[in-house]
Nanobody, 115 residues
């Protein structure tokens, strides 16, 4: 059974950092494009970051320069390093995997930025 399991969410002060992880039990993980999305209460789920099978990355303007997505294909894991966190970054963060004919979501991990 395919699973994406996020971890690393926590309560952090403004200006702080967190690293989220998403462990994927997917065969041929390396061919998947991986995404991070987030959803704040009362808001739609929004795209945050992407990393392709070739390692190319893309970011939402709201996090560009503060967040970094990376992957370790040997560990079937994708990461999201979040720096200079702001209260508006508070949300549930979701991992997403996609390849031709396949798409999976994780269950989410909560990030709260508050003093």
């Amino acid at each position: 059974q395919v699973q994406l399991v996020e971890s690393g969410g926590d309560l952090v002060q403004p200006g702080g950092s967190l690293r989220l992880s998403c462990a994927a039990s997917i065969s041929s993980f390396r061919i998947y494009t991986m995404h991070w999305f987030r959803q704040a209460p009362g808001k739609q789920r929004e795209f945050i970051a992407q990393i392709t099978s070739g390692g190319n990355t893309a970011y939402a303007d709201s996090v560009k320069g503060r967040f970094t997505i990376s992957r370790d294909n040997a560990k079937n894991t994708v990461y999201l390093q979040m720096n200079s966190l702001k209260p508006e970054d508070t949300a549930a963060y979701y991992c997403h995997a996609i390849a031709p004919g396949y798409e999976y979501w994780g269950q989410g991990t909560q990030v709260t930025v508050s003093s």
